[in-house]
């Protein structure tokens, strides 16, 4: 059973920058693809960012291109999303994810299999 457990969240003002860190226990962090989503009050989760099993391949959502990157190290079964030039329209729950497939772009919370419980993230204006 996959295990995922999220970190780096917190209180930052506009413009500035958080990491969130996701580490994955249970199975083979190499097996799987990953992502990172958002959740804000009254809203639907919205995909942030993918990263492919490698850590070549990445998939970004237009409102975060160019302000956030995801990366990953299997050697620490952690995936990580650096997020720069905060707004305050980028507060909300993050959500790490692990999909035990191929890597695609345009994907969904469908379409992964694994949630973390979530860390908030709050940008203040």
């Known amino acids: 059973q996959v295990q995922l457990v999220e970190s780096g969240g917190g209180l930052v003002q506009a413009g500035g920058s958080l990491r969130l860190s996701c580490v994955l226990s249970g199975r083979a962090f190499s097996a799987y693809a990953m992502g990172w989503f958002r959740q804000a009050p009254g809203k639907e989760r919205d995909f942030v960012a993918a990263?492919?099993?490698?850590?070549?391949?990445?998939d970004y959502a237009d409102s975060v291109q160019g302000r956030f990157t995801i990366s990953r190290d299997n050697a620490k079964n952690t995936v990580y999303l650096q997020m720069n030039s905060l707004r305050a329209e980028d507060t909300a729950v993050y959500y790490c994810?692990?999909?035990?497939?191929?890597?695609?772009?345009?994907?969904?919370?469908?379409?992964?299999?694994?949630w973390g419980q979530g860390t908030q993230v709050t940008v203040s204006s």
């Open positions: 990263i492919d099993w490698v850590g070549l391949k990445t």
């Open positions: 994810a692990a999909r035990r497939g191929y890597f695609d772009t345009n994907l969904g919370p469908a379409d992964f299999d694994s």
